[in-house]
């Protein structure tokens, strides 16, 4: 009863929300990762930004103008992770709070030794459980390409918005039916094992092997960071996360219930490989 209700809301809103054609396309002409999705994944992924943006709000802070191109963008960097997953995957919380760059959040947090701190250093992004994603804007614009950037902040905290759907954020989402949490973890922490083995080896040799580091070292900092940093790769650069940890990669894939990397495959074999492959 409930669902059916849901569910004519969410047809409802799809016919009195549309997106401007225009707004729609700049949106996605600024994420290249998108290149490899077709049209009708690029559709279905219209209608997830679009719910998106009627549930959620997407307001600025310290006075900054969010501009309807900054919420699309936004919305659909969050969506992309959503796209086979439950409509209630991001349920239980409201805000996405925009800062104009990195910012210090005016809040105090417990250390594990009960000690009360306000946070002292500017972060770019962060995800509350219950609460807000909260995201730097220049942030947003330098890693929505992340070919140049190494990285992907809206994808990264949308992750742990995931992860955080069964309890605190510890690198084991809600898993969909037929996925068991014992294989998770075997699987997520013989990989996390095996990256932190790498990372230390870089630091004693001063560099990572082909210069620069394909998957964030900022991966190693704990399990829950290695499944967001992952998510990134997973999504923006899919083959390197296959090519290294093909395991984990089909633990991904099965978990988001798409295979990015089979998307450049077949780009590829039809001789039509998107520019940003990588
Ligand atoms: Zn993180």
Redesign the pocket.
């Known amino acids: 009863m409930f669902e059916r209700f849901r569910q004519w809301r969410r047809e409802r809103v799809l016919a009195t929300h549309a997106l401007p054609d225009p707004l729609w396309d700049e949106a996605v002409a600024m994420l290249s990762f998108l290149d490899i999705y077709d049209e009708d994944e690029r559709a279905a992924l219209r209608d997830r930004v679009v719910l998106f943006l009627a549930e959620k709000g997407i307001v600025g802070a310290q006075d900054f103008e969010v501009t309807p191109l900054m919420r699309v963008v936004i919305a659909i960097q969050a969506c992309v992770l959503i796209l086979k997953l439950p409509p209630d995957a991001y349920a239980g919380w409201t805000n996405v709070v925009v800062y104009p760059d990195e910012f210090r959040p005016k809040i105090e947090y417990e250390d594990e030794n009960g000690v009360v701190h306000l946070r002292d250093h500017e972060i770019a992004?962060e995800?509350w459980q219950g609460g807000p994603v909260l995201l730097s804007w220049a942030d947003v614009e330098r890693s929505r390409d992340f070919e140049t950037a190494g990285m992907n902040l809206v994808i990264?905290?949308f992750a742990?918005k995931l992860d955080m759907q069964n309890g605190a954020a510890d690198g084991v989402p809600l898993l969909r039916p037929g996925m068991r949490a014992d294989e998770w973890r075997r699987i997520a922490d013989t990989t996390y094992a095996a990256f932190v083995a790498d990372v230390e080896a870089w630091e004693a040799k001063g560099e990572p092997p082909d210069g620069e580091p394909l998957i964030d070292p900022?991966a190693a900092d704990a399990p829950?960071?290695f499944f967001?940093?992952c998510s990134e790769v997973f999504f923006a650069a899919p083959d390197v996360l296959r090519d290294a940890y093909p395991d984990y990669y089909r633990l991904l894939a099965r978990y988001y219930g798409q295979d990015p990397a089979a998307r450049y495959d077949a780009a590829d074999a039809a001789g039509a490989a998107p520019a940003a492959a990588h």
């Open positions: 992004g995800a990264h905290e742990h900022y829950e960071e967001a940093v």
